[in-house]
């Protein structure tokens, strides 16, 4: 990750120093809608939204996106259309986006940090890959001839890991005798601890929070192997977007590190760090090596 830049403290600092200012009883309003949950909890977005609205002229509505990681590449995008204004998603629909003519969207410069003792205090994350604790595999080699689960197909940590895992072997996905979609990273969780599917490889942040909320899970998954580590998934936020609201909402989410350090800790966010356009180079990288792979299954 690159280090922060004079730029980026001040744009902090400012919005910082708009957070706690009410000029006006008018609040802007601001649609975001997540991608991620349920694996990153409604909850955790419901603390976060509640903070912001109750420190700034804000007003934040949540809506959730249950099927996708993201807008999906065959359909309208939903930033273009000014139905939402901020997205948490992953990073291929960030990418794909940011690809448009016109682009309709930009990075938001903070990302919230996970506690997690292989990020060194950094917003990134992994993919873990995971079997069922009885299972003779031990490593992700061992899966050739099995099934394999996939939460969405716009997922980095869930689909495209996996894909590129298989380039790198100079496989395709004739590897595995069956591969199908589950629908989510929890869904994948179930299927593997119940013997439905052999594997899957899963956001290493929600698979946290899910042995945090369900330790005995534990007793049935193990995991075999992590890739990455990536950048975290992103916030986007709308071009469309004010440079002063974007200020007031990124110096809320510093401030809010410390006022509510305990409650994100329940969720095992530390706090929000930088995050940039070229962190995901790599992930740029990772899709055009996937693009046959893609094609094979279409």
Known sequence: MKKPTLALFLFIIVGMQHSYTKDSN???PLHLRTYL???IPKALYDLIIDYVNKTTNLDISLSIELVHSGPPQ?????FSTKEIDVGHLCSPPFIWLTSL????VELFPLAPIFKDERTNHKPIYFSDVIVASNSSIQKFEDLRGKT???NDPESLSGYFCMLQKLVEMKESTAFFKNIHESGGHLASIQLVANGGCDGSAIDSNGLALQFKEHPELKTKIRVIESWGPFPIQPLVISKNISDETKKILAGAL???AYDKKEALAEFLVEGFGQ???QDFDGERKLLYKCKELIKEKK
Do not use: E, R
Not at 74 to 78: E, G, K, R, S, V
């Open 26 to 28: 008018t609040k802007t």
């Open 37 to 39: 949950t349920p694996s």
């Open 74 to 78: 065959n359909l309208q995008d939903p």
């Open 101 to 104: 003519t016109p682009c309709p």
């Open 148 to 150: 394999w689960c996939y």
């Open 254 to 256: 510093q401030q809010m």
């Open 275 to 277: 995050i940039s356009d």
